[in-house]
């Protein structure tokens, strides 16, 4: 069975920063796309970040220039550095796995930014 546990959320102070971690288990090879969105108190679930197996990333505008995605394909783990948060980057964040044929998703991590 496939396990995506996502960790390192947390409370910080606007212009902080923070770095989840998302490890994959239960599969013996690298997941071939890993993403993180985010779902903020009543709006819809968005998405953050995309990385392809060979390192292809994209970014949201929203983030782009403060979030940085990247993955240890050995260690099969995602992760997303964050940082400059602002108060509009809090929401629940969940790494997301898709192979050709599954979507994996993982419990998510609450991210507060607030002073």
């Known amino acids: 069975q496939v396990q995506l546990v996502e960790s390192g959320g947390g409370l910080v102070q606007p212009g902080g920063s923070l770095r989840l971690s998302c490890v994959v288990s239960?599969?013996?090879?690298?997941?071939?796309?890993m993403k993180w969105y985010r779902q903020a108190p009543g709006k819809q679930r968005e998405s953050v970040a995309f990385?392809?197996?060979?390192?292809?990333?994209i970014y949201a505008d929203s983030v782009k220039g403060r979030f940085t995605i990247s993955r240890d394909n050995a260690k099969n783990t995602a992760y997303l550095q964050m940082n400059n948060l602002k108060p509009e980057d809090t929401a629940i964040y969940y790494c997301?796995?898709?192979?050709?044929?599954?979507?994996?998703w993982g419990q998510g991590t609450q991210v507060t930014v607030s002073s």
């Open positions: 239960g599969i013996s090879v690298s997941i071939p796309v």
């Open positions: 997301n796995g898709n192979s050709a044929s599954n979507a994996y």
């Open positions: 990385i392809s197996r060979g390192g292809t990333t």
